[in-house]
């Protein structure tokens, strides 16, 4: 599996075979990234029926909770207009995300890169990168 300190393809398989999973529970096709801890791709899965459109938006969202070590929707409040961080999604490009569906990926405490999930309503991405977490988890548990 991983090395100390960064996600593996491996890895990355794992988190999209959770996330893959669980969409197709929910009957809910999504684009799914993963990044590693510097928010570069490691691997991308579009399922048959995700938005063409959401690509960008999941691998942005992988890349912002990777590079900031934080869920997107932590920046829903706090990029909000009015708000300190208001402006913050236009920096690196336009590639932070400031609404749900990206995730820190953590293992002992370290972050080690990041997943996104887009492709229909925010709770559904949340949904879906929550069980993905889980499910990596369990498998490192197992070994």
Do not use: W
């Amino acid at each position: 599996m991983r090395k100390k300190g960064c996600l593996t393809l491996e890895d990355a398989r794992i988190l999209i075979e959770g996330a893959e999973r669980k969409a197709a529970d929910m009957k809910a096709p999504k684009s799914i990234a993963v990044a590693d801890d510097g928010g570069h791709l490691i691997a991308f899965h579009r399922m048959d029926g995700a938005n063409r459109t959401s690509i960008d938006i999941a691998i942005n969202k992988a890349f912002t909770s990777a590079c900031s070590h934080r869920a997107t929707l932590d920046y829903h409040k706090l990029a909000a207009p009015g708000e300190p961080g208001f402006g913050l999604h236009m920096t690196n490009q336009g590639r932070l995300i400031i609404f749900g569906g990206g995730f820190p990926v953590g293992v002992d405490g370290e972050v080690v890169g990041g997943i996104g999930l887009s492709s229909g309503p925010v709770d559904e991405d949340l949904a879906v990168g929550e069980a993905a977490l889980e499910y990596y988890q369990q498998r490192l548990r197992r070994g």
